[in-house]
């Protein structure tokens, strides 16, 4: 078992940043792809972007990629996610999670609420 909590939303403007991060407890976190995710209102959930547990190969989504980055700290068991340039369309619920691979994440946090003001 992992659990899982993120910390670090809040409302922005329109070209600010935020860093969410995402405190793992458990099981070992460094055996474990990292992701965050994000719902936006009446839509469905969407990948965000992810980190791989070994040499720390990082994927994101086309609509975040250049401004978004994820980094880990295996050592604090935590997973971050940089935002800069922040639009109004990433307004959202942001979840990390954690799993074996990258199509396969058991383990969700409650996630926190991002805002950007236009």
């Known amino acids: 078992q992992v659990q899982l909590v993120e910390s670090g939303g809040g409302l922005v403007q329109a070209g600010g940043s935020l860093r969410l991060s995402c405190a793992a407890s458990g099981r070992t976190f460094s055996s474990y792809t990292m992701g965050w995710f994000r719902q936006a209102p009446g839509k469905e959930r969407e990948f965000v972007a992810a980190?791989?547990?070994?040499?720390?190969?990082?994927y994101y989504a086309d609509s975040v990629k250049g401004r978004f980055t994820i980094s880990r700290d295996n050592a604090k068991n935590t997973v971050y996610l940089q935002m800069n340039s922040l639009k109004p369309e990433d307004t959202a619920v942001y979840y990390c999670a954690a799993g074996d691979s990258l199509s396969d994440f058991d383990y969700w946090g409650q996630g926190t609420q991002v805002t950007v003001s236009s």
């Open positions: 980190i791989s547990w070994s040499v720390g190969n990082t």
